[in-house]
């Protein structure tokens, strides 16, 4: 039963070790203007959103795909934008020629950083 038991918290310390490795460094902007989207026209998918940047469009296969974006740290002279949480944002939009990596919406990004910052610093995590 013991032995049962290290092999589980084996197993979970070795599938959270996984799922932070898998984790993608980028930066992150946000925009205001939700509906038309590239992937949905017109229909409404809420405030936690976001747009890819062309290296990660493929065409809009990303299209409704889930995130959990967490903030690293400031790209600017803003010294310590990171709230300190994350949020997780489907993918309606592309953001073509976008200055960051994901486009979030204004309401997810100040989820994780102050707005002020403008751009920040992110882990992102399918
Ligand atoms: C998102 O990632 C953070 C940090 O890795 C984690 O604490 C949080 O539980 C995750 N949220 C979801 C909904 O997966």
Known sequence: ??????????????????????????????YTSYVPSACYGNKDNGVMIAAASDPLWANGA?????????????TNPVPHPCTGKSVVVKIVDHCPGCGGTLDLSKE????????VAGIIKIDYRQ
Request: contains cysteine.
């Open 62 to 74: 990303i299209c409704g795909k889930v995130f959990n974006v967490t903030c690293t740290g400031p």
């Open 1 to 30: 039963m013991a032995k049962q038991m290290s092999l589980i918290i084996i197993f979970g310390i070795v599938a959270s070790l996984l799922s932070m490795a898998l984790a993608t460094p980028g930066t992150a902007t946000f």
């Open 108 to 115: 997810a990004f100040a989820t994780i950083a102050n707005p």
